[in-house]
């Protein structure tokens, strides 16, 4: 749903996907965690995994990502169980890959009808600096039972929904570009090649 999210029909093998979702439950002491305030008006709490590059199953990545036409960095990013995530737009920061846009893909659970949405907001009233009092309005949500990955606006309001007990893990590729620079390659077919 423009301008938060839009599916792709990239095709690959599941059975990648499955094979990473493997790596990240069998090698999970490898991931790192971050965090932010625990209790927030919006978002109860906001536990986010990450794993470090030298952990990195990049062969596994770049067997997911084959078929892109254009450069991207990838990363693998979970939640913890019961995570209701903060609503937040992704910071830019140097040295670190870009946080404009990013290609999700969903890996686990393995049962996809078991992996939360991402919810997109906007902010109705009030100042994100002053979270507790702000006035968000969810727009949509990106559900991903129906097993397609997706171009999400990191630019716009959104957060993470994890209300279940198990972790929930995303293969993500970020890029420079933004969401409509994305989009428009998908529409003209020079994204990826199927």
Known sequence: MFPYYK??????????????GQYCVDNFDKFMMSSSRECNKYGRYDYNYFLPRDHMCTDLMNELGSNFKIPLTHEILGQAPFTDGKIHIDRVVPNVPPRIALIFFPIYPFDLMNVDSTNFYTLQSGTYQEYDDAVFKKECAVDWSIGKPAILNLQEYHAAMNLRGDKRFAAQFTTELTFEELTELDAAGELYAN
């Open 7 to 20: 599916y792709i029909d990239y095709e690959y093998d599941r059975d990648c996907t499955r094979r990473i």
